[in-house]
């Protein structure tokens, strides 16, 4: 990286990995610097699993975000401080698809060492590696409860695992 992140390993880490989902939010993004895409996030979860590091994501199929993540084998979490709730709240509201939606915002992309997106204001990202997707299965969901609240269109998540293979902290 030059000079705006040093990676730093991940087992180093102090974070509240709840509030950093549920209260911070954060960039999902999966493409290329030329080609890529790019949503809000408060959903996930960070764990070991088969002995590595992974992040947990969930991506719903109708969101733009989903072909990109499907077509590389990489995806970036960036995670920003308070200040950048209302471009997260943006990014989240808005698609892709139509338009530049992250200079919109006035963010800024910055691309890693292996070619992914993470962004110059984020605090902490982690870049990951897809080890693992599968789609929600609604007969899998043992609180029907959920299906009720979250899955009224069946528009069930696909659900990506991810070994954390670069983890970047603002400094």
């Known amino acids: 990286m030059d000079g705006l992140f040093k990676k730093v ?12 989902l549920n209260d911070d939010w954060g960039l999902l993004t999966a493409g290329k610097p030329d080609n890529f895409n790019t949503m809000t ?15 947990f994501m969930f991506v719903r199929p109708q969101r733009y975000t989903f072909e990109f993540i499907n077509k590389n084998h990489y ?7 308070h200040e950048y709730k209302k471009d997260l709240d943006y990014l989240g509201a808005h698609s892709g698809r139509d ?24 605090r902490i990202a ?4 897809k080890i693992y997707s599968d789609l929600i299965k609604p007969e899998s ?31």
Not at 41 to 55: A, C, D, T, Y
Not at 75 to 81: M, P
Not at 99 to 122: C, M, R, W, Y
């Open 99 to 122: 338009f530049d939606k992250v200079k919109a915002t006035g963010l800024v992309p910055h691309t890693t060492d292996l070619g992914n997106i993470i962004f110059e204001q984020s």
């Open 126 to 129: 982690f870049e990951c590696k």
């Open 141 to 171: 969901i043992l609180d029907q409860n959920v299906i009720k609240t979250t899955y009224q269109n069946s528009d069930f998540h696909q659900m990506y695992v991810g070994e954390i293979v670069n983890c970047f902290k603002a400094f």
């Open 41 to 55: 996030i408060s959903w996930g979860s960070f764990g070991i699993l088969w002995n590595r590091p992974v992040i």
């Open 9 to 20: 390993n991940v087992n180093s880490l102090s974070e509240n990995y709840f509030t950093l």
């Open 75 to 81: 995806f970036t979490l960036s995670f920003f401080d």
